[in-house]
């Protein structure tokens, strides 16, 4: 089956801790996106990807760090340098920036 | 700066009635246009989308939107509703031409179909 998975789907954050989330992706998509999701906010873009070994920053990419090192995987780090980590994180991917995106099911990130 | 507008935060529909959720953005030319729905704890499926052609478009479950470039709307709607269409649903937007950072979403609005 063709999709995007995050694992883990929840995640416990200590007070000055670093955690990963995965997004792994198998629909052969050049581009790759994260979003927040707090109640009553919408998404809010984190970072974004076009293509491997390029990622730019979007609305809200303090605290928050990436890489994509292969096509397929486009890791978020939360740092210990983002206060309020709690919220709903989801992954997207696309063909291309114009192009419809499709989403993860998403982690949810609590702290302990 | 493109932006996308939901009015209502929150609707409230009896199963069976008909619904229209609204969507604006703000845009100098004609922009990609989707809707997406969001179950609780769950990401977004797209319902459908608009690039050209017919401005009505119809999507999945039942669903169909009408793109009016008088009044840089794109509204979803369908004719009677489920008590599992209950749901978060996203208006989003891209530039024609490409945007680098993809869609523009709105903050969304919450359906709630009352028996």
């Known amino acids: 089956d063709g999709g995007i998975t995050q694992s883990p789907k929840y995640l416990f954050r200590k007070e000055g801790q670093n955690v990963t989330l995965s997004c792994e992706q198998n629909?052969?998509?050049?581009?790759m996106y994260w979003y927040r999701q707090d109640p009553g906010q919408g998404l809010r873009l984190i970072y974004y990807?076009?293509?491997?070994?390029?990622?730019q920053k979007g609305d809200i990419a303090e605290g928050y760090s990436v890489s994509r090192e292969k096509k397929e995987s486009f890791p978020l780090t939360v740092t210990s340098a983002q206060k309020n980590p709690t919220a709903f994180y989801l992954c997207?991917?696309?063909?291309?920036?114009?192009?419809?995106?499709?989403f993860g099911p998403g982690t949810r990130l609590l702290v302990l | 700066a493109q932006s996308v507008t939901q009015p209502d935060i929150h609707i409230t529909v009896s199963e069976g009635a008909s619904l229209e959720l609204r969507c604006n953005y703000s845009?100098?030319?004609?922009?990609?246009l989707f809707w997406y729905v969001q179950s609780p704890g769950q990401g977004l499926q797209l319902l459908l989308k608009?690039?050209?052609?017919?401005?009505l478009v119809q999507g999945i479950k039942g669903f169909e939107a009408e793109f009016k470039r008088s009044q840089s709307s794109f509204n979803l709607r369908k004719p009677s509703v489920h008590w599992s269409d209950a749901a978060e649903y996203f208006c989003?937007?891209?530039?024609?031409?490409?945007?680098?950072?993809?869609?523009?979403f709105g903050k969304g609005t919450h359906l709630i179909i009352q028996p």
């Open positions: 997207a991917s696309s063909t291309g920036s114009t192009e419809t995106q499709y």
């Open positions: 629909l052969n998509h050049d581009a």
């Open positions: 990807s076009q293509i491997v070994n390029d990622f």
């Open positions: 845009y100098g030319a004609t922009p990609y």
């Open positions: 608009y690039f050209s052609g017919d401005t």
């Open positions: 989003a937007v891209v530039p024609s031409g490409g945007g680098a950072d993809g869609l523009t």
